[in-house]
């Protein structure tokens, strides 16, 4: 019996997430990848382990992920499906397809960690849909992935809990986690989901696990952008998570089913960088425009360039070995080698052939 589920009478029900999807016999979670096995006594199966929309390497920035392994390429790949049903999704022609539109490649665990070894990733991101839905599968490539020395790093919503929760953050070394606004009202009307349960898996992960974590909220005219909703989110996380927590405010294009709206402006992103920041948030990035200044990460002791970034290029690297600034020996939170990356701006695709 898979271990993120219960019976519950004649139906079983999936623990993975806060749905607590309770299906019988055939039927599918709200995900749609979640489904009862058709048996007089149904359990939970993973309808996509081992299949993908397609593999490619990215440079880690554009998880976004800033403090971790800088300049580095990433194996990122995703699956189908989603347990949100975000109405503004930037990724729904993936998240909100049915399985077999979109799984076209297939790749066991094994076969992931060798390829991203050898091709010069440092890491593997589930990403591209949210990889809590397909956990088993990606657990099994973190697995994987440890024994030839590649990070895993998940990008994902944070909409999960219990034992699968745990699991999957335990094989982790990175996460971003999408904190989409800092209304329950906005969860439930355009996510369909409670913002409780997703500030649970932040403070779970940031404070309870040895993940690496950034944020991202994606910043939606006059949906989640007021100067008093981003003054409470910045609060709680510096309250809750620290000061160093790096957050990123993305620009929202119109898409799926929110198209009543046009794209966020730069001047709304650097407005909320700069309550953030005033808040006490040290690290504070904008994302989905072309702004250096906020690419940059700054040393919050002397104001030095540590890392320059002009969309997703490095141009100046001044940490040492350890991950200080060599202006003044702060220390720059993150996971950090002695040399940076170099894989630029580049994306390519990859191919990973089934065994013979």
Request: hydrophobic fraction near 40%.
């Amino acid at each position: 019996m898979s271990p993120y589920s219960t019976r519950v009478g004649d139906r079983i029900r999936c623990d993975v997430c806060p749905r607590a999807c309770e299906l019988r016999a055939g039927q599918r979670g709200f995900c749609y990848v979640r489904r009862a096995t058709d048996q007089a006594e149904p359990d939970i199966e993973l309808t996509t382990y081992g299949r993908s929309s397609g593999f490619c390497i990215d440079p880690i920035e554009k998880k976004p992920l800033n403090h971790f392994l800088p300049g580095t390429p990433v194996l990122s790949f995703g699956t189908a499906g989603c347990n949100l049903g975000c109405r503004f999704c930037q990724n729904w022609d993936i998240s909100k397809a049915r399985a077999d539109d979109r799984l076209q490649a297939t790749a066991q665990p094994e076969a992931i960690a060798a390829a991203a070894a050898a091709s010069g990733c440092r890491s593997v991101a589930f990403t591209y849909n949210d990889p809590v839905i397909f956990t088993e599968y990606a657990i099994d490539t973190a697995r994987a992935c440890r024994e030839r020395d590649v990070r895993s790093v998940a990008v994902t919503a944070g909409y999960v809990q219990g034992r699968a929760r745990d699991d999957f953050f335990a094989v982790m070394d990175g996460a971003n986690i999408d904190l989409k606004a800092f209304s329950e009202d906005f969860y439930r009307k355009l996510c369909f989901a409670r913002l409780a349960d997703v500030l649970d898996t932040i403070d779970y992960v940031a404070n309870h696990t040895a993940c690496w974590v950034e944020l991202t909220t994606l910043l939606i005219p006059d949906a989640n952008d007021s100067d008093a909703e981003i003054t409470a989110l910045a609060e709680w996380v510096v309250d809750t998570v620290g000061p160093d927590v790096p957050l990123h405010f993305s620009a929202y294009h119109p898409d799926f089913k929110m198209r009543d709206r046009g794209r966020t402006p730069l001047a709304t992103l650097l407005r909320a960088r700069d309550i953030a920041m005033r808040v006490g948030l040290r690290f504070v990035y904008c994302g989905n425009v072309h702004h250096p200044e906020s690419d940059t990460t700054w040393c919050p002791a002397c104001d030095t360039a540590a890392i320059a970034r002009d969309w997703y290029e490095l141009r100046r690297w001044a940490l040492d070995g350890d991950g200080r600034c060599a202006g003044c020996g702060a220390t720059i939170p993150g996971v950090f080698e002695a040399r940076p990356g170099d894989w630029g701006a580049r994306r390519e695709r990859l191919t990973i052939a089934p065994p013979r």
